[in-house]
Nanobody
Framework: QVQLVESGGGLVQAGDSLRLSCAAS????????MAWFRQAPGKEREFVAT????????YYANSVKGRFTVSRDNAKNTMYLQMNSLKPEDTAVYYC???????????????????WGQGTQVTVSS
């Protein structure tokens, strides 16, 4: 079992930065690929970024590429999402997720992920 808790959300202005954190419980964090997803009001959950087990490989949605950076610290059982140059369209609840197995390989498919946090709200005003 993996339990995930996100933090770091808030209300910011367009152009500002935020760093989200995802703290994981359990001893298997370092073996699992992780990802960030988000869901805006009235929209489906969408992929944001993913990272492999050791942080050596990452992949981003086109909408955030060049502005967001995903990273992880396996010693701290924590994943991060550094968000720069935020836009109003980035407003959403952000969720972190851990893969079902131990492939360690990243994926943008939500079906790969079994464990989800409760989400943290990010609101970007124009």
């Amino acid at each position: 079992q993996v339990q995930l808790v996100e933090s770091g959300g808030g209300l910011v202005q367009a152009g500002d930065s935020l760093r989200l954190s995802c703290a994981a419980s359990g001893r298997t964090f370092s073996s699992r690929a992780m990802a960030w997803f988000r869901q805006a009001p009235g929209k489906e959950r969408e992929f944001v970024a993913t990272i492999n087990w050791n942080g050596g490989s990452t992949y981003y949605a086109n909408s955030v590429k060049g502005r967001f950076t995903v990273s992880r610290d396996n010693a701290k059982n924590t994943m991060y999402l550094q968000m720069n140059s935020l836009k109003p369209e980035d407003t959403a609840v952000y969720y972190c997720a851990a893969e079902r197995g131990y492939s360690g390989s990243y994926s943008y498919s939500p079906g790969l992920y079994e464990y989800w946090g409760q989400g943290t709200q990010v609101t970007v005003s124009s």
